[in-house]
Each structure stands twice: as C-alpha cells, then as structure tokens.
C-alpha cells in the first residue's frame, strides 16, 4: 500500500523555522522525482519544491527562493522541506507528492498534508 506520511508542521512566529518531512512507504522511493507542494485557505495548490531521485536537481517557487531547502534521503525514503525565514504569507497546508512518468502513464501518489501556521 502507498503511503506518504508529512510531518512536522506547526505554529510559528513570523522569521521562524520548520522543517517538515514526508516518509513513503509502497513504491520505489528511490525512483520518483518528489515535490512539496502547499494551499493556503481558500487558495489553489500551487508549487513549492521539487527535488530529482538523485537529488542533484532541484527547483523552487520564486517566493520561496533562498528560505527553503528541499533535500532527499532515498536511505530512509524520506523528503524534506527546510523552511526558514518564515513569513505569514507561507501559512498553508503543505502536502508531499511522489511523481514517476512510466510507459503506463504517470504514476502520481500525495499525502494528506501537514498544517504550518505562521503568525505576524
């Protein structure tokens, strides 16, 4: 059974940090490209990180640019999201995602996300 599993999430003040993480379990870790991802009430989900299966490659949100750090440990199947410099405006639910593009198609798995609240 998939299972992506975040954690870590919390309140905090504003300039604050969190670090977050997304355990999975069911499916090749190693394999898939995984993404933070984050909605914010009564905002779409937008993108925040992205980091390669071997981790060499990474991309962010402009607005997240030199705060967060997406890392991987394919060890412990296990993503993270260093979040510093914390502002208000990152208030959001932040999910974990797992994406893999096969000859089957695009085998896409999320978790259930994990509420960080930032206080001004």
């Known amino acids: 059974q998939v299972q992506l599993v975040e954690s870590g999430g919390g309140s905090v003040q504003a300039g604050g940090s969190l670090r977050l993480s997304c355990v999975a379990s069911g499916f090749t870790f190693s394999t898939y490209t995984m993404y933070w991802f984050r909605q914010a009430p009564g905002k779409e989900r937008e993108f925040v990180a992205d980091?390669?299966?071997?981790?060499?490659?990474?991309n962010y949100t402009d607005s997240v640019k030199g705060r967060f750090t997406i890392t991987r440990d394919n060890a412990k199947k296990t993503v993270y999201l260093q979040m510093n410099s914390l502002k208000p405006e990152d208030t959001a639910v932040y999910y974990c995602n797992a994406r893999k593009d096969t000859s089957y198609g695009t085998m896409d798995y999320w978790g259930k996300g994990t509420l960080v609240t930032v206080a001004s």
């Open positions: 980091i390669s299966w071997t981790g060499a490659i990474t």
